[in-house]
């Protein structure tokens, strides 16, 4: 993750060199695939798909973005940032335009802007970035145990159950992780012969308020609308592929699609999975009796729609964030008590 106190408008700028090459790499090898797959092939795929599922495919991408950026918002008005609506949108787009970088840039950018627009600390803001992370990962995990435990496959419905379980786990362990946290930070503070009392506190009131956002009520909320829009996702992965005459595709295989292939470039660690996602979808798209040339140009256009048209948005706005940024910072907004040793 970007060190978020080093941030600066020349490091923001490299990011976006970054974005901006790795656009074009994608692009290359993106044609260079289309070549193996059959120049022929993949120009008769393109005639086939329709107008209709192409418009279902960008309309449900929309209503993915705002579902998810209604999330954030309901995190952020439950810590109590009073950031109006519209620029919390506005630095939440800005912030998909640095999406595909290392250390993941354009998460950490939102907290930054929300710093040097508002005068919130990280601390009060860091608590944004776990939400959007935990609650992203639980969604994937729940969509794709769905999608299994749906599709007739017996082999599948045993890793669904499989990945179920280990889903409840975790929610177990997401559940009571704020309190041994904050027991751990109690510990090492005793441990360390009870110095350094105000960075302990600091870190203790970052878990408290990282409890707000990990709580029953707010993580069901936020982990069920995520789950819902990268499930819309799915639904017009599924509409595509029956426009191309796969009828036997619909929206149980577009979301076990999704989830995998989004589960699949996380753990290969690149910038936006950029690679992992797009290999793993056209297997997978190939796994159901897909045609390879189909293969390549439903994941292309999926990856397209769905990540590069948001961080191509961003990247339109970044430089507007950047040239509007107050020159005088802002008075840090009035906190809540911290946390303190002595009284525990």
């Known amino acids: 993750m970007a060190n978020i106190s080093h941030f600066s408008p020349t490091l923001i700028r490299k990011a976006e060199h970054w974005v901006i090459g790795l656009i074009g790499a994608t692009v290359f090898i993106t044609l260079l695939v289309t070549v193996l797959a059959g120049r022929e092939s993949f120009l008769q795929s393109i005639s086939s ?9 960008i309309g449900l991408t929309t209503a993915e973005s705002f579902i998810r950026f209604y999330r954030y918002h309901i995190a952020a008005r439950t810590l109590g940032l009073k950031v109006p609506f519209w620029r919390l949108m506005y630095y939440y787009t800005v912030g998909y335009g640095l999406i595909p970088t290392p250390g993941k840039v354009g998460v950490a950018i939102r907290l930054w802007l929300l710093k040097q627009y508002h005068g919130l600390p990280y601390s009060r803001t860091t608590p944004l970035l776990i939400m959007d992370f935990i609650t992203d990962a639980l969604a994937m995990a729940s969509l794709a145990s769905f999608a299994m435990l749906l599709i007739d496959d017996t082999r599948l419905n045993t890793l669904g159950w499989v990945v179920g379980s280990g889903l409840a786990v975790g929610l177990v362990g997401i559940a009571l992780a704020p309190h041994y946290m904050a027991g751990l930070v109690k510990l090492a503070y005793a441990m360390g012969g009870r110095r350094r009392q105000r960075t302990f506190a600091r870190l203790l009131t970052l878990v408290r308020t990282t409890s707000q956002v990990l709580g029953a009520r707010l993580l069901f909320i936020t982990t069920a609308l995520s ?3 990268w499930a819309l996702i799915g639904i017009s992965i599924g509409i595509v592929m ?14 076990l699609v999704i989830a995998l292939s989004t589960m699949g470039g996380f753990l290969t660690m690149m910038p936006a999975g950029v690679g992992g996602a797009e290999v793993t979808m056209a297997g997978l798209f190939t796994m159901f009796g897909v045609p390879f040339a189909q293969a390549v140009l439903v994941t292309a256009l999926v990856r397209f729609v769905v990540l590069w048209v948001p961080v191509l948005t961003g990247l339109a706005l970044l430089p507007i964030a950047l040239r509007n940024i107050p020159k005088t910072p802002p008075k840090r907004p009035r906190m809540p008590r911290k946390a303190s040793f002595k009284a525990d």
Request: charge should be negative; proline fraction near 0%.
């Open 49 to 57: 798909l329709t107008g209709g599922a192409l418009w279902w495919l």
């Open 227 to 229: 789950f819902v829009s």
């Open 242 to 255: 029956q426009s191309l005459g796969h009828g036997f595709f619909g929206a149980t295989e577009g979301s």
